[in-house]
């Protein structure tokens, strides 16, 4: 079932609170989606109830209407799209969806997209406008992993499908017609997350070709940590509290995803689900990140770009005041999606050619 804790577990939501003095601004509401966010809790509100099944909650997401921005290239048309397969350490066969231009030049750049949701939830289709757009570029190919969700299959094993994933890309580099030694890594949210973390075990173990890292509001740490984050005086992680009711994520639904992720004896300090806790945040590609500021997750991006810049990386952030978690959902409603869209792509582009 759905568990939602009548009070949040990990953020002490009874103290006094100040806002933060750097990052406290993001938090005030953009009019647009100050106007919507009722009418987008009121329809969220049958996928939360305490009585849904997990099995139903993960399909009611997968239900969910693509987000598509305008002039979304077509599928057969701009982007053709297949499906292929892989095994994974234990022999177990995820799969993989690619998009890519009709015409693709050979040797193209991969796109490696691991998927937003959780951990728990969604899809290749939940960042479909993304994945399409940049399919259609022409010289690259996005590979989108289906990796193994929680609660069926909780960390690490998430982890070890989307590492697994991107090995075999390389090592099938003439079947996928990339050239193995150009690579961008993709993802948003939880994908985020997997994505910080593929980078840095990728760093770790010598896997060649990344050639750069984008985050869209990613999750960084377990809100549990936040005070053994190193340097952690340097950073704001007050997010959590400041957002705790936030439109679309919030503090509560953000601690589900979290203990559905993670099994009791994993919930201990730990880079390979907790990215910002490493103490060697050195040595990694240029990285993109993106943040909303009416999103708990907010402070920990923020504080990731700051740590991974401090630690010599070329780093750009991008904060999207007063908008939820994940902006692209709401293409037609927020003209900063157009930005985005635009942003993404050129950082896609300056990195394939």
């Known amino acids: 079932m759905v568990y939602l804790k009548s009070t949040p577990e990990y953020t002490d939501t009874t103290a006094p609170f100040t806002p933060g003095p750097k990052n406290r601004h993001y938090s005030d509401p953009d009019p647009v989606w100050a106007g919507m966010v009722d009418a987008v809790e009121t329809a969220m509100a049958p996928i939360w109830a ?12 997968l239900a969910s209407p ?39 030049k050979p040797d193209a750049t991969l796109v490696y997209r691991i998927h937003s ?21 022409g010289n690259v190919v996005v590979v989108s992993v289906d990796f193994r969700m929680a609660p069926e299959y909780k960390f690490p094993i998430p982890l070890e499908d989307c590492y697994d994933g991107l090995k075999w890309c390389k090592a099938n580099a003439d079947k996928l017609g990339i050239n193995p030694e150009k690579i961008i890594l993709v993802g948003n949210s939880g994908g985020a997350n997997l994505t ?22 990613p999750a960084t740490c377990h809100p549990k940590f936040f005070d053994q984050v190193p340097n952690k005086d ?59 500021g009416c999103d708990p997750l907010r402070d920990e991006g923020i504080a990731f770009a700051e740590a991974t810049k401090a630690a010599g990386n070329d780093v750009s ?10 902006i692209y959902f709401f293409p037609q409603a927020f003209k900063q999606v157009d930005e985005y869209y635009s942003t993404l792509l050129d950082f896609i582009r300056k990195y394939t050619d």
């Open 117 to 137: 949701g959780g951990w728990v939830v969604c899809g290749h289709e939940v960042e479909e406008g993304e994945n399409r757009s940049i399919g259609a570029l």
């Open 196 to 217: 910080a973390v593929v980078a840095l075990q990728a760093r770790d173990e010598g896997l060649t070709g990344i050639k750069a890292v984008n985050l869209g509001f």
């Open 66 to 104: 693509l987000s598509l921005p305008a002039n979304c290239p077509e599928p057969g048309k701009d982007v053709v799209i297949s499906q292929s397969k892989f095994p994974a350490r234990d022999g177990t066969e995820i799969g993989l969806q690619i998009y890519k231009a009709p015409n693709v």
């Open 317 to 326: 952030l991008t904060v999207y005041g007063g908008l939820p978690h994940c």
């Open 234 to 292: 340097n950073y704001e992680l007050l997010s959590y509290r400041q957002n705790e009711k936030a439109g679309l994520v919030n503090t509560q639904r953000m601690e589900f995803f979290w203990d559905t992720y993670l099994r009791e004896e994993d919930r201990k300090p730990d880079w390979r689900h907790s990215p910002l806790l490493s103490d060697n945040l050195g040595g990694l590609p240029p990285l993109r990140i993106t943040a909303s």
């Open 50 to 61: 305490p009585e849904v099944s997990i099995s139903d909650f993960k399909q009611a997401w």
